[in-house]
Nanobody, 127 residues
Framework: HVQLVESGGGSVQTGGSLKLSCEVSGYNLSTDSMAMGWFRQAQGKEREWVASMNSYDVPKYADYVAGRFTISKDNAKNTLNLQLASLEPEDSGIYYC????????????????????WGHGTQVTVS
């Protein structure tokens, strides 16, 4: 059973940084093959894609975060990370970690239907 638990959210000022982590259980990031990603949902808006990695750890970013956010995996800790920098108020929202079913995916999914498992989210507030 795959479980994802996000952490690292908080309140920061415009221009600040945060590091979000997603602890993964049920998958071994060192040996299992899947795609992973981050989404966010601002209050009153639909959830939107932020960044993802295909099964070969090739990243892909939404235009509105490219150059500011970095997605990475820490195999030793079995976590998926998202480094947020140069934060803007528009980046505020609940950030969700997502994982696909097992498989070798050359495409980095950018829509929710590419992912089978979701965390409960961590709140990021930029003011």
């Amino acid at each position: 059973h795959v479980q994802l638990v996000e952490s690292g959210g908080g309140s920061v000022q415009t221009g600040g940084s945060l590091k979000l982590s997603c602890e993964v259980s049920g998958y071994n990031l060192s040996t299992d093959s899947m795609a992973m990603g981050w989404f966010r949902q601002a209050q009153g808006k639909e959830r939107e894609w932020v960044a993802s990695m295909n099964s070969y750890d090739v990243p892909k970013y939404a235009d509105y975060v490219a150059g500011r956010f970095t997605i990475s995996k820490d195999n030793a800790k079995n976590t998926l990370n998202l480094q947020l920098a140069s934060l803007e108020p528009e980046d505020s929202g609940i950030y969700y970690c997502a994982a696909s079913a097992r498989g070798y995916f050359t495409y980095a999914f950018t829509t929710e239907n590419g992912f089978a498992y979701w965390g409960h989210g961590t709140q990021v507030t930029v003011s």
